[in-house]
């Protein structure tokens, strides 16, 4: 092995020695103790390293990254959680037998949320940027979520709403309560969330299942339970809704 | 996985992949993005993992998979025989280059070094990745890793060469009016 042969491998030295052990290294090492010049060389550029990664270890993440980190894993966590319970054979049957008894009750959300669905619609196609600048730390964190691929919406959001209404998140009044209405981006594409609480809205059936209508190019997907009633809109069409689903 | 574990997960990885993000991207809220995103496909998929010791390669791994994934919507691919050959015969650096200057300087130097040698060589830099490591990770030939090393460690030289030439052009020179007059 010549020198330059020598120094093309000891490149990959890491300055702390954790590759001493390993044979790739040993003859060019061996090479440093016996020529002046390559073990000179090889000093300067270990020092170099170590200097690189100690001033690499110097950065530091944003403040607030590792609960944002945490926070996302829980909801996530919980989603899968959600899913094993439906897919638990006893629940499912009972549910079914819920889904025949509410018929009647189920048959009356069509109607009603079709007005929720149309405020929505309305809301949105009159401005295209409301909701996109800094409405606080809880929005952008809700906003974050909603805009990663590994979120599906069609089921309850990770939504405190006191926290996000009393932090700035935009707000709108429908039938005098609040709605709070969230834009976030998906594959390039806007989507408008609004989201009230279910217990301002005792009109509309709850436990609603996943509903969407096409509208004038748009699209809006529609679903409730005892805590949420969640409508997105998407000028982008079904297809790109379907997609968050 | 529980709680207490995903947070030990995060807690032991959080902080070198943020950093590695933050070399692919060179934007801190892209790299917090990127680093988020790489917990929740964890979160999502991770659980699946048999050896838990497995967990920072995969770790790396994804975070760099997301980032190749939303940069190739937008971005182009680097012809890397276009970049010339390896330096036959390095020069040794001078470690007063990079002790005398700030951190954040030194990662913008990094992040001027072309990204096909960027990637092994920040992941050679934080050190928790031997090359065979790398390599695995990037799907690439040991000496392909070794060529990448030494190219990138070269235009690490001439970036932080250009970097403290800077610095000295935006020192002000010392202007006493009254000792101007005693002259």
Same mark, same amino acid.
């Given at each position: 092995m010549n020198n330059e042969e020598a120094k093309f491998i000891l490149q990959g030295y890491r300055p702390n020695g954790a590759d001493a052990?390993?044979?790739?290294?040993?003859?060019?090492?061996?090479?440093?103790?016996?020529?002046?010049?390559?073990?000179?060389?090889f000093a300067k550029q270990q020092a170099f390293d170590a200097a690189v990664s100690a001033k690499l270890a110097q950065v530091t993440p944003p403040a607030g990254l590792r609960a944002a980190i945490l926070a996302g894993g829980r909801v996530t966590e919980g989603g899968k959680a959600r899913v094993r319970w439906w897919n638990q054979p006893m629940w499912m049957a009972a549910a079914a037998g819920v889904a025949v008894l509410l018929t009647a009750g189920v048959a009356l959300?069509?109607?009603?949320?079709?007005?929720?669905?149309?405020?929505? *619609?309305?809301?949105?196609? !009159?401005?295209? &940027?409301?909701?996109?600048?800094?409405?606080?730390a809880s929005t952008n964190a809700l906003q974050w979520t909603l805009s990663q691929p590994v979120t599906k919406l069609g089921q309850n959001l990770p939504v405190d709403f006191a926290n996000l209404r009393n932090t700035g998140c935009r707000k709108i009044k429908y039938q005098g309560h609040d709605v709070l209405e969230i834009c976030f981006n998906r594959n390039g594409e806007w989507f408008h969330c609004y989201i009230a609480r279910?217990?301002? *809205?005792?009109?509309?059936?709850?436990?609603?299942?996943?509903? &969407?209508?096409?509208?004038?190019?748009?699209? &809006?997907?529609?679903?409730?339970?005892?805590?949420? &009633?969640?409508?997105?809109?998407?000028?982008?069409? +079904?297809?790109? $809704?379907?997609?968050l689903l | 996985m529980s709680s207490e574990m995903f947070t030990q997960l995060v807690d032991a990885h959080y902080t070198p992949l943020? +950093?590695?993000?933050?070399? !692919?991207?060179?934007?801190?809220?892209?790299?917090?993005? !990127?680093?988020?995103?790489?917990?929740?496909?964890?979160?999502?998929?991770?659980?699946?993992?048999?050896?838990?010791?497995?967990a920072k390669s995969w770790l790396f791994t994804t975070l760099y998979r997301e980032f190749l994934r939303i940069r190739r919507r937008s971005d182009r691919v680097t012809a890397l025989e276009d970049l010339g050959p390896v330096e036959a015969d390095p020069p040794a650096p001078e470690v007063d280059l990079v002790t005398g200057m700030d951190a954040?300087?030194?990662?913008?130097?990094?992040?001027?070094?072309?990204?096909?040698? +960027?990637?092994? $060589?920040t992941l050679f830099?934080?050190?928790?990745m031997a090359y065979k490591e790398i390599a695995e990770m990037l799907e690439v030939p040991i000496g392909t890793v070794m060529s990448r090393l030494s190219r990138g460690k070269a235009q690490l030289r001439s970036a932080l060469a250009r970097k403290e030439a800077g610095a000295r052009?935006?020192?002000?020179?010392?202007?006493?009016p009254s000792a101007r007059k005693q002259s």
């Open positions: 052990a390993d044979a790739t290294f040993c003859a060019a090492i061996e090479q440093t103790k016996t020529d002046p010049l390559l073990g000179e060389w959300w069509p109607r009603q949320a079709v007005a929720f669905d149309e405020f929505a *619609f309305e809301d949105a196609k !009159l401005s295209m &940027i409301h909701g996109h600048g800094d409405h606080g279910s217990t301002d *809205f005792p009109s509309l059936a709850r436990n609603a299942g996943l509903a &969407i209508v096409d509208k004038g190019g748009a699209a &809006i997907a529609s679903w409730a339970n005892n805590e949420q &009633i969640v409508v997105v809109v998407s000028q982008a069409g +079904r297809k790109s $809704l379907e997609a | 943020y +950093r590695f993000a933050l070399s !692919l991207t060179k934007s801190p809220s892209d790299a917090g993005d !990127l680093t988020q995103q790489t917990f929740f496909i964890w979160a999502k998929q991770g659980h699946a993992l048999r050896e838990e010791g497995k954040s300087l030194v990662v913008e130097a990094l992040q001027e070094v072309d990204e096909t040698y +960027r990637v092994p $060589l830099y934080m050190q928790d052009d935006k020192v002000v020179p010392f202007q006493n």
